[in-house]
């Protein structure tokens, strides 16, 4: 809750019942005429004169309150309403052996690709607060990790345990296109996007890229593609009886398809060979399919200038009491 005034303007005019209350103050008090006024010098001590103050304090008080009354003292709230015609977004991750290769860095150290995808991912989801976002992983098979989804820490989460060959070591790319169509074809949303990243290409029989690329445009579904790792044979860590080592592997990433895949799905490809390219065109891909917001504002309040007023009608009762019994004045 926060405070404020309706007409906070009002308050010049305590500038005027502070000038009103010194010069009352000050003004010579009204005398009379007796005969032993030796007999009332006690009432000039600066106790019994600060006792006959007691209205005038009452009354000025009294409409300090009135005036900040007047000005209406709120408490409020604000409430958003955010209106979003929304994203639907499918993540479509290789979690294949290929994909511990060492060719990425991490503050500067060797990671492996999935590391590096995880960390960028992550930073995707967060930057698309409104959207929502399901995960699918692939390797020889293809299965949903999170469905379509508003819960971004559940999301991350899900994200943060992927692991290398928790879907097999081969790479099933038309299932994972399928499987992805499939979850964005349940709901209804301005907008669908499917974003694969794959490090080879399809090495399990069935389903093509392109044939489940064609499907997914029918559904208007719009489908891209990124290609990670380089041209040069990557390092992977290999187990040995004298320990893990590292040997050189190529990786043979189908950019061909990967292509054929995205002109299909109306989309684009990117291919990622270091960590800062695959986080540009996480960028790029987040500044092409912008969410519209619209957020409408609402203020609650609780009005406050009751208590002032009755306390400020209390303070004239009080004062208008003293002066009629115990601080009477004559004449």
Known sequence: MMFRLAYPWLLTLW??????????????????????????SPL?????????KIPLILRTGCLVLLVFAAARPQLFNVSREIQSPGVDIML????????????????GKPVSRLTAVKKVVGDFIEKRELDR????????????????????????????????????????????????GKRLKELEAKSKILILLTDGRQTVDGLSPAEAAEALRALGIK?????????????????????????????????????NVAEIGRGQYFRAAETGRLQEIYDIIDQQEKTEVKVKEFLHFKELYFWFLVTAIILLLVEIALRTTVLRTIP
Not at 148 to 153: E, N, P, R, V
């Open 92 to 107: 479509c991750l290789d979690t294949s052996g290929s994909m511990q290769a060492l060719d990425f860095t991490l503050d």
């Open 133 to 180: 976002i399901g995960l699918v992983v692939f390797g020889t098979q293809a299965f949903t990790q999170a469905p379509l989804t508003l819960d971004k820490g559940l999301l991350m989460d899900l994200v943060n345990r992927m692991s290398i060959g928790m879907a097999g070591d081969k790479t099933a790319i038309g299932s994972a296109i399928a499987i992805s």
């Open 44 to 52: 000039t001590s600066g106790a019994g004169q600060w006792v006959g």
């Open 15 to 40: 500038g005027f019942i502070t000038g009103w209350f010194v010069w009352r103050l000050k003004r010579k008090p009204i005398g009379i005429t007796y005969s032993l006024a030796a007999r009332l």
């Open 223 to 259: 489908i891209y593609t990124i290609g990670v790792g380089g041209t040069e044979p990557a390092p992977f860590p290999v187990k040995t009886p004298f320990g893990t080592k590292i040997m050189h592997q190529r990786v043979d990433l189908d950019e061909k398809t990967l292509t």
